[in-house]
């Protein structure tokens, strides 16, 4: 990419000269889709962003929130989430680790210490041979990182949808733990404060990496864009990780910012420009680890594991001595000013001996560092709105369809992917990766933090607003069902090339859905990330919505998901048992056997469904408690099963089979109880109970759909869900 001819006109006319090579380059890139957001700004007004616990919003490197009721009202926990798409499509490995790194100093630059990651990633259809070599790279990548950090990959998801074939999607969201007295942001305080650059030394990777993710993926872009991608050192970030620590117990931190897209000269004019200052720095100070870098390499490059804080004068000598104890290099490379954002370059020892320059001081950039950040004028595209789809429903096999849905790659277990990530360091993990949602004790408030992230290609690709909508119920009775209730959300907005109106129509339809489940919920959402121009050869990706979301418990037990031996099954929440069936659209059983349909309707008062839900699985009669979504009531009481427990379920006689077994309308769970008048009390008025049947101790799930009997044993069902695990090992 290069500076548009429209944007140059505008940085021309503010600076009233041309700019210099530095400063196209830095315009470029931040004034790029992936830093300005100049697609997607306009529409994120939907979102509702503030809230009783809310300390910061959107704008930050993550999102601060309270937790509830902490006595002392001082735990804090720190939000973020970030995609490192087109990387990982590159270099697999390299892309999703740098992609774990730079979410964790997001954290850092908060003054917060990582406790939990979760990673929502999406590939093409599972047969392709290129799909499962991005998913080997991408997962190995994520483990390799996070386990050399030390933070726990606790919750996530894994989806394959064909149109992420040439541009699959990695989003890492990560949670922070931090209080009152630590908490730092990244507005710089005051003129004369010294900038400092703490972490490795700067190389020439990643050079160009914001406007490489603001452009549609090239045939070749395998080979032809590797420059773009950084490579990371966990064991780096493992010492910056703690050096950064001890600076903030210490207080020596004003301000922080890490060093992501558009390296130094994203980081540090941002950092000043949201105080509403300047900066001077010189360019040469910054510890280097290739010979003759340019000014503008230096400014630009993406080199992993390095953070800029603002420093006062008296603490710099500090600030040294930590990050030599810790093994890292640190350069005081100028300081804010009440200015403009200046860089100066003196080459005069990377030059050559035969190199006739004389080394003078060079002023490569001179701006002023709000017009750099917010200059950046939105774009107003031209959009269409989505299709209704038909009703083309195929016939099936009952018994065949559950055997396909079930070993689906969509539905199928993850366990090949998250044994590979190490989710108990840091022993807080009170449930693990491969339950509805993970739980985190947040000892310090005495508080459960149950952990959700994910969205759902299929949905969206369907139908964006309603598709967007189910998703964040989906993910909000994800944390209901493990006892716990809405906190705050953050979000990863990734679509297509927003410049074609059927993208952009489906991406408004995201935003709005998303935002307005979200307010009915009373889920702020705090904060997120934006990445469009997925889009290859292949075409665009599905409209995905991923959501992070978080909700609280007191304690940090929670039922299981698999059942008990004895106690009755009630199915709460569910729509569609009528006799009329309810709609298939967006559903895995139409993705295994063709055919379309309009999306099934949510309930009409998800707020209350999911609090009530939360009462229900905190009640001591309650046995276990599964959320019902992707592939229907067949997948969710096939995992239920296990060896020592089975289920015999009835369906109402009423139902249509396949509506009643494979709709995915969420706000649905599955709850096994020792009293069952106490459910149907607490969800009257709430949502409808369907009492299905009895746990046994035969390990066998027992299904009968009207004339029709299913019978499956935990030993053929953990068979039919082994999908990854068969192929991949």
């Known amino acids: 990419m290069s500076l548009a001819d429209s944007d140059r006109e505008l940085v021309v006319e503010e600076l009233g000269r041309e700019p210099t090579p530095a400063e196209a380059a830095l315009f470029e890139n931040l004034w790029s889709e992936h830093c300005a957001y100049r697609s997607s700004r306009p529409l994120l007004s939907a979102f509702e962003s503030e809230g009783e616990q809310v300390v910061v919003g959107p704008g930050d490197d993550a999102a601060v929130v309270a937790l509830p009721g902490d006595d002392d009202g001082e735990t804090y926990i720190t939000m973020g989430i970030e995609s490192h798409n087109h990387p990982s499509y590159v270099d697999p490995f390299d892309g999703a680790a740098t992609g774990v790194g730079g979410i964790v100093r997001d954290t850092l630059s908060m003054g917060a210490y990582p406790i939990a990651l979760a990673d929502s990633l999406y590939f093409g259809a599972f047969d392709r041979e290129h799909s499962q070599y991005l998913l080997d790279g991408v997962v190995e990548g ?50 004369g404060n010294k900038l400092v650059l703490v972490g490795n030394a700067t190389g020439r990777d990643g050079l160009g990496g914001a406007s490489f993710a603001s452009e549609d993926l090239a045939e070749d872009a395998e080979t032809e864009d590797r420059p773009a991608v950084q490579v990371g050192d966990p064991y780096a970030e493992k010492l910056l990780i703690e050096a950064n620590e001890v600076l903030i117990e210490e207080g020596l931190i004003e301000s922080a910012r890490d060093l992501g897209a558009a390296g130094l000269g994203g980081a540090s004019s941002e950092l000043v420009a949201k105080g509403g200052l300047g900066a001077h720095v010189e360019l040469e100070r910054v510890h280097q680890r290739e010979p003759n870098m340019s000014a503008l390499e230096i400014l630009l490059a993406e080199s992993q594991e390095r953070m800029c804080y603002e420093v006062e004068p008296e603490h710099v000598d500090r600030v040294e001595e930590i990050a030599e104890r810790f093994d890292l290099g640190c350069s005081v490379i100028g300081e804010v000013t009440d200015g403009n954002y200046v860089c100066t370059f003196d080459g005069s020892e990377a030059q050559s001996a035969s190199d006739d320059s004389d080394g003078e001081r060079e002023t490569v950039v001179d701006v002023d560092a709000h017009f750099l950040g917010e200059g950046a004028p939105m774009n107003d595209l031209a959009h269409e709105e989505p299709s209704e789809p038909e009703t083309d429903l195929p016939e099936v096999d009952l018994e065949a369809a559950f055997d396909a849905v079930v070993s689906s790659p969509n539905t199928a277990s993850k366990r090949w ?25 947040i000892r310090e408030a005495e508080t459960g933090l149950a952990f959700s992230a994910g969205a759902a290609p299929n949905w969206t ?27 705050a959300a953050v979000d990863c907005l990734n679509g297509g090339n927003p410049e074609n109106p059927d993208v952009y129509g489906g991406f408004r339809g995201i ?73 298939l659209g967006g559903s895995e059983y139409l993705a295994q056997f063709g055919g379309s349909d309009g999306f099934p309707a949510l309930p009409e008062n998800p707020s209350a469904v999911v609090e009530t839900l939360a009462a229900v699985a905190n009640d001591e009669a309650t046995l276990a408690v599964h959320d019902v979504s992707h592939g229907g009531l067949a997948v969710s009481l096939a995992e239920m099963v296990s060896e020592d427990a089975g289920l015999e379920v009835s369906i109402p006689a009423d139902s249509e089979p396949a509506a009643a077994l494979f709709h995915e309308q969420p706000g649905r769970a599955l709850v096994q109880t020792d009293s069952p008048a ?16 009895e746990a046994t101790d035969r390990g066998t799930l027992e299904l009968s759909v009207g004339d029709r009997t299913l019978e499956r044993s935990a030993g053929a069902i953990r068979s039919l869900r082994d999908t990854l695990e068969a192929e991949l090992e």
């Open 142 to 191: 994520i483990s390799h990182y996070g386990n050399c950090i030390g933070v726990p990959t606790v919750a996530g998801s894994v989806d394959f949808h064909p149109d992420y074939e040439g541009n699959p999607l990695v989003n890492v969201a990560c949670i922070g733990l931090t209080d009152e007295e630590r908490l730092v942001t990244a507005e710089a305080q005051e003129p």
């Open 511 to 583: 935003v709005d859905g998303l935002a307005d489940m979200c307010e009915t919920l009373s889920t702020p959402v705090v904060g997120g990330n934006v990445s469009l121009y997925n889009d290859s050869a292949t075409g665009p990706i599905p409209p995905t919505p991923t959501l992070a979301l978080v909700g609280t418990k007191d304690g940090y037990d929670a039922p299981p998901l698999s059942v008990e031996s004895d106690g009755e099954l009630l199915l709460v929440g569910d729509r569609g048992l009528e006799a009329d069936g309810t709609r």
């Open 678 to 693: 106490a459910v149907r009390e607490a969800f009257d008025g709430v949502a409808p109970v369907v009492a299905l049947g």
């Open 417 to 441: 992917v998250y044994r590979q990530y190490d989710h108990e360091v840091g022993v807080r993990t009170s449930v693990g990766p491969g339950d509805d949602a993970a739980i985190v004790a």
């Open 461 to 487: 690709d369907a139908a964006p607003y309603e598709g967007a909508r189910a998703i964040a119920l989906e993910n909000a009775t994800n944390v209901a069902a493990k006892g716990a209730t809405p906190l």
